[in-house]
């Protein structure tokens, strides 16, 4: 007669196993720093106008007789807040459509539930 | 023709109005009109200043305004220059706008824009140039607007007719500025340049490309170039410019 005997019992871990997250995460952090650095280089060189009056004056030698600010009246003003409350709204509601969609794709998943709600916290 | 022209006197500049009705109100991005003691209009007047110490001792006395291309805010720099000039005591003053092409001026000032004006005493030398001068409501400025002949500008710049009213316009007026057409787009303004003392080049900041402005300086007489300004500049007028500016500023 053979007996069946349990010698070490598994254990379900309480953590995920893998990925690493860290690793990847300085990664990460450290590769959107270098694209956002090399996008904003770009631009600048490739940008052909000019932003500041020196930039004006390294250019031609003609005079510079005056710099004019940019005249902004009221309506102006009601439209670029308009504006940004648009842009603000845009954002809003990706961002709540993006939660929404995570949890929704996460339900069953206690791991990446998990690791949701302790983003969020 | 010469004849007609030369026989008339001057003008009288002051009083006329544009239609009842006709006539809207001025944009008021045109702050030397506007509200002449503002921050932005003191802008247009130091630009005035220095524009006048470019030709000692009185300055130059017609003053054509163009840019590289379009939108770096050519017009709107010439309205605000001629405002500025407008504002000394008893100064007789003309803006004309000699864009033909996209004539901005009448609809910025409130003006009809299907009235006499440049083009149509380009026209026909037998009109007089009092008929087509109007004044924008509550202004003391003379405007001459682009006019409602639809004959192509090149043509009509390139008639004897353009010398003989430049020179009637010279002894009517202290100080005229002439919005042309941008430089790279038409080559309208180098029939312009015999009549008129100087060129001021408007740059529009983040706006006016390098490129453009070296072929525009490329494509203009050098000695004609009076200076440039350098518009929508954001860089200085932040932090305590800025607010050293309101404390200038009317309280209402």
């Known amino acids: 007669v ?4 349990v010698l070490d019992a598994a254990i379900p ?8 997250r860290l690793p990847l995460l300085v990664v990460a952090v ?11 280089f770009i631009r600048e060189t490739v940008d052909p106008t000019f932003h500041r009056v020196e930039d004006l ?5 003609v005079p510079i007789l005056a710099c004019i600010p940019p005249t902004s009246t009221l309506m ?18 990706t961002l709540s459509i993006g939660i929404v969609a995570a949890y929704v794709f996460a339900a069953g998943n206690h791991g990446i539930a998990r690791l949701i709600a302790r983003m969020g916290s | 023709v010469s004849t007609e022209v030369s ?18 109100a001025i944009d008021a991005h045109l702050v030397s009109l506007v509200s002449p003691k503002s921050f932005e209009a003191e802008q247009y007047r130091s630009l005035r200043h220095a524009l006048d110490r470019t030709r000692p001792p009185a300055g130059p006395r017609v003053v054509a305004v163009t840019s590289p291309g379009v939108g770096d805010g050519k017009t709107t720099t010439a309205i605000n220059l001629a405002g500025a000039y407008a504002q000394s005591q008893g100064a007789r003053v003309l803006l004309v706008d000699a864009d033909m092409r996209r004539p901005g001026v009448a609809v910025r000032l409130g003006l009809p824009e299907r009235s006499r004006g440049l083009a149509d005493l380009l026209a026909d030398p037998s009109l007089d140039l009092d008929a087509a001068i109007r004044t924008p409501s509550e202004q003391t400025l003379s405007v001459l607007t682009a006019g409602r002949e ?3 500008p090149h043509l009509l710049l390139q008639s004897d007719t353009l010398g003989v009213l430049m020179h009637r316009i010279r002894t009517c007026f202290d100080k005229v500025i002439v919005d042309t057409p941008p430089v790279l787009a038409v080559r309208d303004s180098h029939l312009l340049e015999a009549f008129v003392d100087g060129f001021l080049l408007v740059v529009a900041s983040g706006y006016t490309s390098r490129h453009g402005l070296g072929e ?9 170039v009076l200076g440039i300004a350098f518009n929508r500049d954001h860089s200085r007028f932040t932090g305590h410019y800025r607010a050293y500016g309101r404390y200038y500023a009317p309280t209402a």
């Open chain 1, 2 to 5: 053979q007996q069946l005997r």
């Open chain 1, 13 to 20: 871990p309480q953590e995920p196993f893998a990925p690493d």
């Open chain 1, 30 to 40: 450290i590769l959107s720093l270098v694209f956002s650095a090399a996008v904003l």
């Open chain 1, 57 to 61: 004056r390294a250019f031609t030698r």
């Open chain 1, 76 to 93: 102006d003003r009601v439209g670029a807040r308009l504006k940004t409350m648009g842009a603000l709204l845009v954002l809003l509601t």
């Open chain 2, 7 to 24: 026989a008339a006197g001057r003008i009288e500049v002051q009083g006329r109005r544009s239609p009842a009705g006709r006539g809207g």
């Open chain 2, 150 to 152: 639809r004959r192509d």
């Open chain 2, 216 to 224: 525009s300086l490329d494509e203009m007489a050098p000695g004609k």
